[in-house]
């Protein structure tokens, strides 16, 4: 069934590849390629490099971040600020760099930003700010960023923050249309979905799948909000002991099944299959390992031949996407082969 199913071991010599490739990015002070970028491409390296074995690098990466992107606040871009897609996801970057410096026990990074992320939970909802702090209440709240903000708070043990989230993220669920072919992934004013929004921005406010007519869903879809969605739900099942989470992870996976031929194969697709294949490991549902498997083999299919990738989820123009989208692949690799093999006991 696949790559994974039936050789592991080559989603396993793709991550090896990768993380050599990183590796050779990586400057003698810490810092990774190309500098002037920031957070853009180092923000999941951290997390990669605990998940690789390689600890030693994760550390010194979290030294020259204290030096030279944190600041007073428990804000990261101090010297490089934030470009390209980091502009508009504020929180997305940094609470990659949270849960990936509290894997690798750098709570002098870890703790210190952790309390930033968590004043831009809304209060009342649970969801999490776009925009970062200059941000009101009225504001934007996507699902984007409350689910990775969700997971680094799992991972700092801040389980009131995470179950507001994964709250916000179920009422998501709940109130999305009844005709089934489509998901708001931002909301306003409160909970207000976002249905009217900057021509071009389509694809950050909208998913779509197929309609009951039979139409098609369109290609290019960022099932990876969903999959990054369902795997933070299914992890605060487990943290929590509250299966009504688990069971709406299934239906955030589930809603996918309906979308474009390309759902498993996109760049957009990585995280739908790491999300998948935690529910396989809760579930043993061998749909989920299906999925799972499909998504690995499609992303080793386009690594490139230097072990690198070229386009994380997140779409981003700048040179530093190449080092975001194999750190993400190294991360989603290495805990989908994990996952399959708990599920498979």
Known sequence: MG???????????????????????QNADGSFQPL???????????????????????????????????????????TFGRQGPMERYYLYPSAWIVAGAQKLGQFGVSMRAWDFI??????????????????????????????????AGLYMGAEEAATAAGDFLVRRWESQPSSGDRMYLMVRRGEEPVRVHTEG???????????????????????????LVAGFLARLS????????????????????????DRYSSPRSGFLGWGASILYALTGNVN??????????????????DGSWMEPCLPSDLPSAQTDATAESVIILLETLDNLEAGGE
Not at 201 to 227: C, H, M, N, T
Not at 288 to 305: H, L, S
């Open 118 to 151: 968590a004043s831009l939970q809304h209060p009342d909802t649970g969801g999490f700010l776009r925009t970062g702090p200059d941000a009101g209440l009225d504001d934007e709240q996507d699902m984007l960023s409350t689910a990775v903000a969700g997971l």
């Open 201 to 227: 921005l389509d694809r950050e406010y909208i998913l779509q799948v197929a309609s009951a007519k039979g139409d098609p869903g369109p290609e290019g879809q960022w099932y990876f909000v969903a999959g």
């Open 3 to 25: 790559v994974i199913a039936t050789d592991r071991s080559a989603g396993k010599q793709a991550a090896i590849k990768a993380v050599k490739w990183l590796i050779k990015q």
């Open 238 to 261: 487990e943290a929590t002991a509250n299966h009504s989470y688990l069971r709406v992870a299934q239906e955030y996976i589930n809603f996918c099944e309906a979308g474009a031929d």
């Open 36 to 78: 002037s970028e920031g957070m853009a491409g180092f923000h999941k390296v951290p997390y990669a490099l605990a998940q690789s074995g390689q600890s030693g690098r994760g550390v010194r990466l979290c030294t020259w971040i204290v030096d030279y992107s944190l600041d007073e606040d428990g804000d990261f871009g101090a």
């Open 288 to 305: 989920y390992a299906r999925i799972a498997e499909a998504v690995a083999e499609a992303m080793v299919a386009r690594q490139a031949a």
